[in-house]
């Protein structure tokens, strides 16, 4: 690839040949309340006892936008995410979801706010769910309610409701301690709970979170390999990141990896609750710095999201600018890019405090021994 770039008169680098960022994203992520009702320890948000609720005038700016990609593309979700969704309540949310059409909404929920009317608004408006949960009460400890007491029952509770009214749901755990055994019993536990899908996260040090996420290698490496083979021996979940791992293996040894990854970046725009726009990763949302200043790109209120995705795309301001060259590094030093993409935005900042630095622990703990951990079991089989 050409790494030849030229300079304009103002000093902004142009690079030719770079992964640069798109213009149409495969989904936003919309924020309807900053409030959430629990208070985990690892959770990444800053403003999550606030109550402070998205604007309907926001959530019809952005759909001004979003309907007319949704009409081209065969499919474009909007995810409702950050703070707890459903603290909005029922009518907001509503409100909130009513200008867009032709699109997928999802909601990421703790679940301890469902009830029978609830997964009725799910049912009638075809809502994707998604439930935050650990594991069993003892796995799932970390999520505690604002006086401290553990959550785990009433996320069960709610997800009772679901499965009661037959609605799907997805489950997304979050691993705070990998090691040996861990992998066959949370497949276990996700398999009877019955969600059709479960994506593993690896605790992650980003936001208000400043908990180590440094974790001894092989303990890693050994978690993922544990896990792809509980799913190899019951594969009834879309496990979200064991499937990505052998697809990539697979088209590896074809030698068609290289053409897996797209072509620019998806921008991934996250709608604050005030109608700032945060690209690139959600967990930079409400945060600013010293250096960078606001990481917001700009507002929907007062630009349209196509046209700042446009402007950002043609002239990357300063931190994006300084990430792309830090997914240039990630490509010239780093054997697992074409798995990876480079490391994420929001990873490089709160772990290294820059945004062109390569490796991260969060590569280390979820890329790297996660590919790694899958070729393991490969090999042992």
Sequence with gaps: MSREHRTSED????????????????????????????????????????????????????????????????????????????????DHLSALMAPFH?????VQTNATLIDDAWCEFFATRDVHVGVSIDGDAARTALRVDRGGRPAYQKIRKGIDALRRHGIPF???????????????????????????????????????NVRSNTFDDAA???????????????????????????????????????????ARIDPIPTIGMDGSVVLL???????????????????????????????VADRPPGWIAEYLRGVEACRDTCAYFGFCGGAHAANRYFERGRFDTTETDHCRNSKIRLIEGVLDYARAH
């Design 170 to 208: 997805a489950a997304l755990c979050v691993v705070s301690a990998p090691q040996p055994g861990l992998g066959t019993e949370l497949y276990a536990f996700f398999r009877e709970l019955g969600c059709h899908a479960l994506g593993v996260n690896v605790e992650e040090q980003e936001g208000v």
């Design 220 to 262: 890693v490496r050994g978690f993922w390999a544990e896990l792809t083979a509980a799913w190899r021996a019951d594969p009834v979940i879309e496990l979200r990141e064991i499937e990505w791992a052998l697809w990539y293996a697979a088209n590896a040894l074809d030698g068609t990896a290289d053409d897996l990854l797209p």
């Design 11 to 90: 000093g902004y680098v142009q690079w030719r040949g770079m992964r640069g960022i798109a213009t149409v994203p495969g989904y936003v992520i919309m924020q309807p309340t900053t409030l959430c009702n629990l208070d985990c320890a690892y959770c990444y948000l800053p403003h999550r006892d606030a109550n402070r609720k998205m604007p309907v005038a926001v959530a019809q700016a952005v759909a001004r936008t979003v309907n007319a990609w949704a009409a081209d593309a065969r499919r474009f979700s909007v995810v409702w995410h950050a703070g707890e969704p459903l603290a909005a309540g029922r």
């Design 102 to 106: 032709g699109v997928e909404h999802h």
């Design 281 to 311: 990763s959600p967990e930079l949302a409400g945060f600013r710095d010293g250096h960078y200043g606001d990481f917001a790109s700009g507002n929907v209120l007062s630009t349209p999201l196509d046209v700042l995705l446009d402007r």
